[in-house]
């Protein structure tokens, strides 16, 4: 990958999460839980996209264009469900751990299919970065870092919501998986 498309590559990842930061400031308030987590989940998303940058050039690591063609198409895919999950949860959408008094429950369109479309699509971000780059340790910060940082959070989510929701969504949980779809759930 020539240097000048990866750098524009990784400033449209980084300007694209700038961008989608504006709908959590249009949310409804709520409780915030475990803020400490938000801040290293941010902290770390800018390590992976400047670390990316800075082991490509300094390493020159290449792979087969395979693997960097589809970094790229996983980078957009996971955006596209982002911003999907976002658009469904509308104003309860935040970058934030918030549980709100008048919290709904949003079970329809990807949120039928998934309980956490966000955290999927980041995850498949933050390995496919370093994959676009031929990062191979940031990758390894990637999965070794961020995703257990980013399952901390879900699990007190899960636990957040089943406080808040109760027994129906201790049955969407056993009717929605978490991260993967599953092939020929209705």
């Known amino acids: 990958m020539a240097d000048w498309v990866l750098v524009l590559f990784l400033a449209v990842v980084f300007l694209e999460r700038l961008f989608e930061q504006r709908f959590s400031r249009t949310a409804v308030r709520g409780e915030r839980k475990i803020l400490w987590v938000m801040w290293g989940l941010h902290g770390l998303y800018l390590l992976i996209l400047v670390g990316s940058g800075v082991e490509h050039f300094l390493v020159r690591r290449t792979w087969p264009w395979p693997v960097t063609a589809a970094g790229v198409i996983v980078v957009c895919a996971a955006m596209i469900l982002r911003l999907t999950a976002i658009r469904s949860l509308g104003r309860f959408w935040s970058l934030h751990l918030e549980i709100r008094p008048e919290h709904a429950l949003v079970t329809e369109g990807v949120y039928a299919r998934l309980r956490h479309p966000a955290y999927t699509a980041i995850m498949l971000e933050v390995v496919a970065i370093p994959c676009v780059a031929g990062a ?51």
């Open 136 to 186: 191979l340790v940031t990758g390894v910060v990637a999965v070794c870092g961020y995703i257990p940082l980013l399952l901390l959070r879900w699990h007190t989510e899960e636990r957040e919501m089943v406080k808040k929701f109760g027994e129906r969504y201790v049955a969407y949980q056993q009717a929605v998986p978490a991260f993967i779809p599953r092939i020929g759930m209705r």
